[in-house]
T-cell receptor, first 113, second 113 residues
Framework: AQKITQTQPGMFVQEKEAVTLDCTYD???????LFWYKQPSSGEMIFLIY??????QNATEGRYSLNFQKARKSANLVISASQLGDSAMYFC??????????FGSGTKLNVKP | ETGVTQSPTHLIKTRGQQVTLRCSSQ?????VSWYQQALGQGPQFIFQ???????GRGNFPPRFSGLQFPNYSSELNVNALELDDSALYLC????????????FGPGTRLLVL
């Protein structure tokens, strides 16, 4: 079985500053993927970034980067230069060839002007 | 390239009724997954379809059933609706099974009275 833990129910960040959203995971699968999604109040889940378990380098996509520490089983999302439009729920998820996607409980990010 | 679409966007049913939700996968994707997201929670995996066959199921009772068609679109059917079935139902498609990135539709909001 797989498990995702997001320990920050809510976070505040000042506009233009960086913020880190925490995610830890547990899996027995040798190969897996870690994903971050953004969910605005409209409800749609928007894919942000992917990290494969065998990737040597941390993934980056524009202002998003994933701080992957395999030994610690953590996959934190870093958002640089926060914008007001970044205010949303953020979900971490894990998927593998042997198990389906499991999502964490989410972190609500509020960006303050 | 057309993204994942879902219909209807909103639905109100009464307890005991049956409902069918529909999802069109993204072009080139052969895998569709369905999720239930209760208010304030992360999405919960219902089941996945790969090339018209069920490819895994979460902890949902048999009254949740599905289909995938030759064009890889999919339906989620829920019989004998209960009040706790009120949720946002999300459909996601991916290029393959396993740890491929899943792309989500806008969801269907179901309210059971």
């Amino acid at each position: 079985a797989q498990k995702i833990t997001q320990t920050q129910p809510g976070m505040f960040v000042q506009e233009k500053e960086a913020v880190t959203l925490d995610c830890t995971y547990d899996t027995s699968d040798p190969s897996y993927g870690l994903f971050w999604y953004k969910q605005p109040s409209s409800g749609e889940m928007i894919f942000l970034i992917y990290q494969g378990s065998y990737d040597q380098q941390n993934a980056t996509e524009g202002r998003y980067s994933l701080n992957f520490q395999k030994a610690r089983k953590s996959a934190n999302l870093v958002i640089s230069a926060s914008q007001l439009g970044d205010s949303a729920m953020y979900f971490c998820a894990i998927g593998s060839n042997f198990n389906k996607f499991y999502f964490g409980s989410g972190t609500k990010l509020n960006v303050k002007p | 390239e057309t993204g994942v679409t879902q219909s209807p966007t909103h639905l109100i049913k009464t307890r005991g009724q049956q409902v069918t939700l529909r999802c069109s996968s993204q072009s080139g994707h052969n895998t569709v997954s369905w999720y239930q997201q209760a208010l304030g929670q992360g999405p919960q995996f219902i089941f996945q379809y790969y090339r018209e066959e069920e490819n895994g199921r979460g902890n949902f009772p048999p009254r949740f059933s599905g289909l995938q068609f030759p064009n890889y679109s999919s339906e989620l059917n829920v019989n004998a609706l209960e009040l706790d079935d009120s949720a946002l139902y999300l459909c996601a498609s991916s290029i393959d099974r396993g740890q491929e990135t899943q792309y989500f539709g806008p969801g269907t909001r179901l309210l059971v009275l």
